[in-house]
């Protein structure tokens, strides 16, 4: 699928496997990280930090207004700025699996109770 040209947003994945007794300090550390990046870098629109049922995988996801953005704060990961690969040894995440996505659809609710739906293309 050729990425389209006009994008309401960009999202990247970032899902890690730890033990589950160390996903509570994988959260915290991610929360605070991904405060950072909000603060430092413009074009943030939303993020949120999943964990699974059991406890062995950490789902942390950033939603930007383009791509450009996105990829502006995740070299600041590369350039060691937000010490993700330190966080990564910290909490000795076996794996970790990154993906990046361009939203095509999204629905959302409003405060109002009205359903909302953003279409590109």
Same mark, same amino acid.
């Given at each position: ?30 929360? $605070?990280?991904?405060? @950072? ?10 993020? !949120?930090?999943?964990? *699974?049922? #059991? ?34 040894? $910290?909490?000795?995440? @076996? ?10 659809? !999204?629905?959302?609710? *409003?405060? #109002? ?9």
């Amino acid at each position: 699928m050729q990425p389209v040209e006009k994008n309401c947003s960009f999202t990247q994945l970032i899902e890690f496997h730890v033990e589950p007794h160390r996903h509570r300090a994988l959260v915290s550390a991610l929360s $605070a990280q991904t405060e @950072r990046l909000a603060q430092a870098y413009g074009g943030f629109l939303s993020a !949120s930090i999943q964990v *699974s049922d #059991d406890g062995s995988r950490v789902l942390n996801y950033l939603q930007w207004q383009s791509r450009e953005a996105g990829e502006a704060a995740f070299r600041s990961f590369e350039r060691g700025e937000e010490d993700f690969w330190q966080l990564i040894r $910290a909490h000795q995440a @076996r794996t970790v699996t990154f993906g990046s996505y361009q939203v095509l659809h !999204s629905l959302e609710r *409003s405060r #109002d109770n009205a359903l909302h739906c953003n279409l590109v293309g």
